[in-house]
């Protein structure tokens, strides 16, 4: 498997989404940190089997992962990650670089039979113990 190679990430549960043309080329260290990083649906797994009451949701998991073309190594999650998750939250994908504008959107999620309804959240740090478990 080549560690430029993209189209392994086609194997998920989740899509991930790489907004590139032909032109464009992912730093391989990057990509080998966005799989890592991946890795953490499979912990998220685990942890509901052995404990089905940690999360709030039993739907908790990545949803839906977004690459931008300027994707670079990062400090353990690839700059440029855009990261859907159900049920937890991963700070350390909201950013630290204090030159960055990041933010986090907190919805609730409410499925229904022909639909997905997305309210947002309020989030600040007095009302994360909130919409944590």
Known sequence: MSHNNIDEFKKLKFPVRFFKNDDIKFESNALEELRSLLNLSDTIERIKESDRGFFSSTE??????????????????????????????????????????????????????????????????????NVLP
Do not use: R, W
């Open 60 to 129: 908790a998991g990545i949803s839906e992962v977004a690459i931008t073309p300027d994707s670079h190594k990062g400090a353990g999650i690839p700059i440029g990650t855009v990261m859907l998750t159900d049920g937890f939250i991963v700070p350390q994908a909201i950013g630290n670089d204090i030159y960055m504008k990041c933010t986090i959107i907190i919805c609730y999620h409410i499925k229904t039979s022909k639909s997905s309804l997305f309210y947002p959240f309020p989030f600040s740090s007095s009302n994360l113990v």
